[in-house]
């Protein structure tokens, strides 16, 4: 009864409003042409799957009573979707209807709750980058657009708003033209304007005319918001009329709630694997509290997890973690409402070797062998990857190595007996297959690649006093460049293994009688290899990595971890790996990995959900690499992660970092000089929509700016200097190596208000090129330049005491500019010589694109010596001459790498041109992603998995390391 009775008082009020709607509109059109098409989104126009029309054609809802549904509270009424399976179609084909051809005004009431890479309101378009024909009223990511092509221009204009809409709030939208003018309202403002298009609208023959939907035939992205009124006039409403429209009707919309401001965390959340059930999660937060954790499980069960320690950081343990889960949690602050964000936590990424239980009693004693054990790994760098043991008595020292380590052991022996006997003790411990393996043979028969073991031992010399019967040049192949080590007892006599080792460069561990009792061997970088230590190889941003050894044929030295599911999308051009002191680093989808460059192992991997960056063409990467270990900046903090361990060593701070307002961005070292740039929190691509970044739209290629440039001592953790003047662009902040850190700011005052955010290249005007000192941040010199064509993206590159400064126009066209680093002294014909002061204009080259596709217009150029490669040509880089035209075909959108003699680039696969011969050549089957994923270094080709997400043919998406032949 009490139901009935509220239906009853309801359906007037709902009826009112709806009646309401009408007339408004009813009024407001007595001074317009009449609408060729007006939808009102009221339950009482729905007539099974259709909506009927207030004017113009009727349209159908697809996933009525799922996931399209209708409401009228609270008021006014409106249709609700949920962004999956939720459109509504005018027609699939515009050319049964009489579309507005010399002007149009597309408007709607709309409320978007999640924002997608393209959303459409009302739309009636093709746009596959080639062919752009028709309009769209919608939105990117966080930002209301209108787009329209016309016979003035063979491409749609997109114009959007500078200012983010606000998920889960009622606006006014109206995009106009009128044959000339194109013109974006928000709640009766203009916000955006352009002359570009004239004459009359260009639709494609075919297409959807769609509402709540982006559609056409490449692509369609589903509306996930409210929709309360949509209408298309076949002309332009001025600004009096579109304001008059919003006035009408704006009380009807009520004020969202205010969003509650997740918690903030300063540092962390990471999540660290214990063991195969176990895992710790440690964060810090800016007060002291006692914490707290909402952990839930994959079956939505959840628990609060405490640490009641008052104190800002907590570890937290979580146990009894199944193997395949997909887990989520939030840190709880001091009040109710106080939550950080929603963090994720997938268990299957566990990429440790299983641990062994193995009882003392199962341990044959041979002296004290558990101290020997522990004795011979600490002398190792290396605390994982593999192990060698050459020749055995019974395995006994082998599993007293394990239970103390991380290591796979590999056990050779010649005698077949012996083999077998180890081969069943190891079994029998419950280690064989897993941890240990028993080969047959001799080292001389090359059963093992070259470089793949991290530690060399011997359990018979360790036990019977013998040395390896193979020559130690023999075993000395096998260790890993670059800290892999050889440990030899002295034997039964010390001499005799001293002349075994022969001319191997061996330091000698002493007792308390000064007598050697352990001999080790490390093997240092290979000579002639190269490091990739920060995105584009180095600080000054060359793309190679002056590798000496990484060319010629190539075979595959390993393969495995990871695979695609812990990676990003391939497409947001995401940070480039990183190697260094024989590691290899990857950034995952908010999970960081640490290998083995030499054999592939994971030696560690740690959940990090706040460690995410994306396109790195308009900004940096979040990561730098050194001999020692890896960089990475999240949040204020830029932490040190140990190589071989990935313990969190080291924490150090942007400026004002207690103030919580700010965030470190750029990242780059030198030496013992950290160089960072600071932002405002929050400013940072995080490419979690499928953005791509391709396109010349201010989501795609707007700037991330700095206020703050500095320069921390990594000993201390002391800020050596600061230096703030204009507002910094990250993509060009370059160091040479004369220690002088070049970038492009621009003094505009808008710019220099808003530095610390992502800026639209329109603001950034009056740029300069600025030099500063590495070691004291003082400015050497400063010079005005107009860089102003550099729009799609700029970068910024030094070798040899040059600049180069290039990028793209709207149109696609390359701009390049060299200019000199320092003083230049030149001659004329006759010999008398004249100085150009640093900053000035050496040469420049302008020319279009010459790839015509798959990102052909951001490619990042590489310099060679004094050979500077872009798009598809090779400049001379002291005369700007061009000297070849040559440069292989490339497929793939990602850009190129390059090694002394050889580059690298995505084609169909992976692709190698050596630069010797002139050779092309393919790694069939396997690709990599959209920017940059193969890099040379430490005499390899490195090549983990960055294509997930691909939805190209032929795909083996796994990490591969690629070894020269002639280092075999």
Known sequence: MSANRSLFYIWPLFLAISMFSIFVSSVLAATESPALGHWLFSLDRVKGTTIKAVVGPDATIEGL???????????????????????????????????????????????????????????????????????????????????????????????????????GKWYHLAGVYDGVNQRLFVDGKIVA????????????????????????????????????????????????????????????????EKPVEPLSVAYGPFVDWIDRTTASI???????????????????????????????????????????GEYSYQILGDAPSLRSKLYKFDSSFYYRLPKVSLEPAKIKKSG?????????????????????????????????????????????????????????????????GARATVKFGSLSERIFGPMMFNLIVSERNVLAGAIPKDPASDVFRY????????????????????????????RYIRNEKNEPVWFVSERSKLKGSGDWTHQYGNAQNTSCSDDELVKGAMGVKWWGEPGPRPMPDRGPRNPAPLSAGGKLYIQGDRVLFG????NGTVLWSQSCPEMRRANIPRDSSNMVADDHGLYLAQGRYCINFDGSTGQRSKVYSVPEAATGKYNWSFLAIVEQTLVGSRV???????????EWYENFKPNDISRVTSDRLFGVDTESGD??????????????????????????????????????????????????????????????????????????MTYLVYSNDKLIATGTDKDKNYHTYALAATRQVTKNKDGEQSFLPPGSLLWEDHHKEGKGHHSGHLQHPVVIDDTFYSDQWAFDLKTGKQIRDDLPERRGCGTMSASKYSMFYRHYFHGMWNLDTNERSQFEGIRSGCWLGLIPAGGMLLAPETSAGCSCTHSIQTSVGYLPRALE
Request: with cysteine; hydrophobic share 35%.
């Open 193 to 256: 304007e352009s002359s570009e298009q004239s004459g009359a609208i260009v639709y494609p023959p075919k297409t959807w005319l769609e509402i709540g939907a982006y559609h056409d035939d490449d692509e369609l992205f589903m509306m996930s918001g409210c929709l309360h009124e949509v209408r298309m006039l076949g002309q332009a409403l001025s600004l009096e009329q579109v304001s008059s429209r919003y006035e009408a009707k704006k009380a009807l919309f009520p004020e969202p």
């Open 680 to 690: 405002t929190r929050g400013t940072v691509y995080l490419g979690d929509d499928g």
């Open 368 to 432: 004290d062998i558990q101290s020997v054990a522990k004795q011979m790994l600490s002398l190792s760098k290396a605390k994982g990857g593999y192990c060698l043991v050459i020749g055995g008595v019974d395995g006994s020292l082998v599993l007293e190595m394990i239970r103390q380590s991380d290591f796979q052991f590999i056990l050779i022996e010649e005698d077949p007996e012996v083999a077998s006997k180890i081969r069943k003790n190891l079994d029998s411990a419950g280690v064989y």
């Open 719 to 792: 800020i050596r200097w600061e230096y703030n003047g204009g507002a910094i662009i990250n993509s060009t902040i370059t160091i040479g190596k004369d220690d002088v850190i070049y970038f492009i700011e621009s003094a505009a005052d808008e710019a220099i208000e808003k530095a610390g955010t992502i800026q639209n290249i329109n603001q950034l005007t009056n740029q300069r090129l600025v030099a500063l000192d590495l070691n004291s941040g003082e400015r050497q010199w400063e010079r005005d330049h107009d860089f102003s064509k550099l729009q799609y």
């Open 65 to 167: 009573g799922r996931s399209v549904s209708f409401a009228d509270a609270p008021s006014p009424e409106h249709v609700q979707l949920t962004g999956s399976g939720s459109r509504i179609e005018v027609t699939p084909n515009i050319s049964t209807l009489d579309m507005p051809k010399k002007a149009v005004t597309l408007e709607a009431w709309v409320r978007i709750d999640k924002p997608t890479q393209w959303g459409g309101i009302i739309g009636a378009l093709q746009d596959n980058g080639t062919y752009e024909k028709g309009w769209l009223l919608g939105y990117q990511n966080k930002n209301f657009c209108f787009a329209v092509n016309s016979e003035g221009s063979n491409k749609l204009t997109y114009l959007t708003s500078l200012d983010e809409f606000q998920m």
């Open 282 to 324: 440690t964060w810090e937060l800016d007060q002291s509290i006692q914490g707290e954790v909402r952990w839930v499980s994959p079956s939505g069960h959840f628990t609060i997890l405490k640490d009641n320690n008052l104190s800002k950081r907590h570890t937290i343990i979580v146990k009894d973690l199944i193997r395949e």
């Open 479 to 506: 260790l890993a460049p670059a800290g892999g080590a050889l440990v030899l007892s002295k034997g039964k006599e010390a001499s005799l293994t001293q002349k075994w080792l022969g001319d191997l460069d061996t």
């Open 595 to 598: 290998l083995d460059a030499y």
